[in-house]
């Protein structure tokens, strides 16, 4: 939160061309270059709004919704010269303190003060330049606010209690020594904001501008984050309505281009929708025997039918001197090392083939091409975001693949996804399984039974599509008796999502959503147990208590702002362990 004034004036520099905030700073004072020189029309708006997203997607920003939303849960493990990288060994390794790096979170405020900033200034604008429509200054506010409220939720869900405020810091001499907001708080704020500027943001991006789709806010990823939220303060119902609008936005989206011919037909999509349950997910058939699409269309080409917002990067960013997916490259694995910095666990690597299935479904056997979209077994490396391409093919009951070449790390072009629809599809899901009742009486496996059925179309559809296998039959696909009470359906929902989405940076934050729930740590302390390279004995006594499942502040913010309180979990945080917590 320190000293944030100077990050919009280095934006600022950057989107008007000044080799450096020195030559800037030395025209004229501080003050006189925002209100006099900057803020006069609407490609300043433009230029600053780009800095925003530029922000999120720096390596800095992305490492942290990696290590924050995998590092301590059970998919990763130490990777390749983890021992050159002592705080993310840390993290690994469930030693961290209050000294580690990841703990910073100056990347994040950073945007919020300049989403705050162009909030401020944009009706200054408005009021100067009439190229700058009101309309245009409303969808302006609605996507900063959208940006700010997604840095907050990433912040609530790391650390819990976080500083929160709305004002703009534009002046070094502004006291920023918050005091930490607690977190139904911040997160009732937060889907407030996004309720009043819903309405206002941009729905649909024309068709000259593809990529902005979903490489900017939009009406559906406030929707996306509003189910999501609405998840995560347990109003099932609103969480459930954002959902379908969301899915319903999407299935528009897919008859449109439909009817326009933009859509492949590759892969037998005619028979797509009653293998999708009539949702419109990506195929995954390139041809009867191989598949793969849909890793190629989603983590790959990027911008496709089933993304919602992602982080979007240049095709060629090497050669076009732009900014890299590097975080990806260095923590999940590059072209020249069959490891990044993190590993699959041997919990994830080596489920199917010890035939343990305590991640993949048994049914499926090895036919769920995610076993080898999420992970290269062959060489004990993350796959997803990291291989140009994944091809897989049948070979007898499993699946064979063949992985491409990967990215260089100065040369990843993979857009980093925030919300693509088969996660609000199972977000949709676990809302559904939480209204259910546990109970045998008859009145109630009545009320369950059509609430049983969405929830399994749901989790079904998406099982379905990662299967590669042609033609489907019933002995390939999960059955609804298997799943029909509410502990069933609840362990299916959070095991589907672990497959789908893993190495999204979801997992550890699904787990911390899981405790919250049921106010305790059981379903953590179980995903612990399957974490390598870990003194078990110690994690488990220290996830007793729920203060351990977020993050200590960095010990640097605590000594600038006063007001912050340690997480008790961490002692003082001056200690470089964490074990003298009482």
Request: net charge negative; glycine share 4%; with cysteine.
């Amino acid at each position: 939160m320190k000293r944030i004034y100077s990050y919009i004036i280095c934006a600022i520099c950057a989107v008007c061309g000044l080799s450096s905030c020195g030559d800037f700073l030395e025209i004229k004072s501080q003050d006189r270059i925002i209100l006099e020189d900057f803020w006069k029309d609407k490609e300043d708006i433009d230029n600053t709004v780009a800095g925003c997203y530029l922000a999120l997607q720096s390596s800095d920003a992305i490492s942290r919704m990696i290590v924050w939303g995998e590092g301590r849960s059970d998919e990763v493990a130490p990777g390749t010269n983890i021992n050159q990288r002592a705080d993310l060994e840390e993290v690994l390794q469930e030693t961290i303190t209050a000294m580690n790096s990841y703990a910073n979170w100056e990347v994040f405020y950073k945007v919020i003060n300049r989403c705050n900033t162009v909030m401020l200034y944009a009706p200054t604008v408005a009021a100067e330049d009439p190229g700058y429509t009101q309309s245009e200054l409303r969808a302006t506010i609605a996507e900063m606010t959208a940006l700010r409220s997604l840095c907050y939720f990433y912040l609530i869900r790391t650390f819990r209690d976080v500083p929160f405020t709305r004002q703009a810091f534009t002046d070094d001499d502004q006291r920023m020594d918050l005091p930490a907001t607690p977190f139904y708080d911040v997160l009732d704020s937060l889907i407030y904001d996004l309720e009043s500027v819903k309405n206002d943001a941009v729905r649909r991006y024309p068709d000259t501008k593809p990529l902005y789709q979903t490489g900017r806010i939009t009406q559906d990823a406030i929707y996306a984050m509003l189910c999501e939220m609405y998840l995560w303060k347990k109003d099932y119902q609103k969480c459930i309505s954002y959902a379908d609008l969301v899915i319903e936005s999407k299935k528009l989206q897919l008859q449109e281009k439909r009817s326009l011919g933009r859509v492949s037909t590759n892969g037998g999509l005619s028979s797509n929708d009653e293998r999708y349950n009539g949702f419109p997910l990506v195929s995954n058939i390139r041809s009867t025997t191989a598949y793969g699409t849909a890793y190629q269309s989603i983590f790959v080409d990027g911008n496709s039918q089933e993304t919602i917002f992602e982080l979007a990067f240049d095709d060629s960013p090497k050669s076009n001197n732009m900014p890299s997916n590097s975080a990806v490259g260095e923590l999940y694995g590059n072209s020249g090392v069959d490891q990044g910095f993190m590993a699959p666990s041997s919990y994830v690597l080596n489920d199917v083939a010890n035939d343990n299935y305590a991640v993949y479904d048994k049914k499926t056997k090895k036919i769920d091409g995610r076993i080898y979209m999420n992970c290269n077994a062959e060489r004990e490396a993350i796959s997803k975001f990291v291989h140009r391409d994944v091809e897989i093919t049948l070979s007898g009951s499993e699946g064979k693949p063949s992985y491409y070449s990967k990215f260089d790390t100065d040369n990843n072009p993979v857009n980093w996804i925030i919300y693509r629809l088969s996660d609000i599809m199972l977000l949709k899901a676990e809302a559904l399984a939480e209204t259910l009742v546990e109970s045998d009486d008859s009145t109630m496996i009545s009320h369950n039974a059509p609430i049983l059925q969405q929830a399994f179309n749901l989790v079904s559809a998406i099982s379905k599509r990662s299967i590669c296998k042609y033609n489907l039959e019933a002995a390939d696909t999960l059955d609804l008796k298997d799943y029909n009470t509410k502990s069933l359906m609840r362990e299916l929902v959070m095991k589907e999502r672990q497959r789908e989405l893993m190495f999204e940076g979801k997992r550890w934050y699904d787990l911390v959503r899981y405790s919250l729930r049921d106010n305790n740590t059981v379903e953590l302390s179980q995903a612990i147990q399957h974490r390598d390279g870990i003194n078990m004995q110690y994690a488990q006594n220290f996830f007793r208590k729920m203060d351990a499942i977020f993050w200590p502040y960095s010990n640097d913010e605590v000594k600038v702002n006063t007001n912050l309180k340690q997480n008790p979990s961490y002692g003082s945080g001056e200690n470089n362990s964490y074990q003298t917590t009482k």
